[in-house]
């Protein structure tokens, strides 16, 4: 069993920087790879990054590569998504969530464990 806490959101301007955190509970954890999501209201939820367990690899979605960085300190039990030059568009709430099969997966079906969300509002 994994526990998914994020926070970091708020309300920011489009140009400025948001780090979300995500601190995860469980002795398993740094076996897990990572993933950050995203809604908006009344859209899907969509795949935004993906960290493999050792940290080594990535994966992106096409609408924030370049401006956004994840990464992981699996000594602190804790996965990161650095959000830079925010744009009005990026406004969901931000979930992170475990995939034990470590895919690296972009469907939100290979994550097992989810934390709550935090939300970040962009004002354009």
């Known amino acids: 069993q994994v526990q998914l806490v994020e926070s970091g959101g708020g309300l920011v301007q489009a140009g400025d920087s948001l780090r979300l955190s995500c601190a995860a509970s469980?002795?398993?954890?740094?076996?897990?790879?990572m993933g950050w999501f995203r809604q908006a209201p009344g859209k899907e939820r969509e795949f935004v990054a993906a960290i493999s367990w050792t940290g080594d690899n990535t994966r992106y979605a096409d609408s924030v590569k370049g401006r956004f960085t994840i990464s992981r300190e699996n000594v602190k039990n804790t996965v990161y998504l650095q959000m830079n030059n925010l744009k009005p568009e990026d406004t969901a709430v931000y979930s992170c969530?475990?995939?034990?099969?470590?895919?690296?997966?972009?469907?939100?079906?290979?994550?097992?464990?989810w934390g709550q969300g935090t939300q970040v509002t962009v004002s354009s």
């Open positions: 469980g002795r398993t954890f740094r076996i897990y790879d």
């Open positions: 969530a475990a995939d034990p099969r470590s895919s690296l997966a972009e469907s939100e079906n290979e994550y097992d464990y």
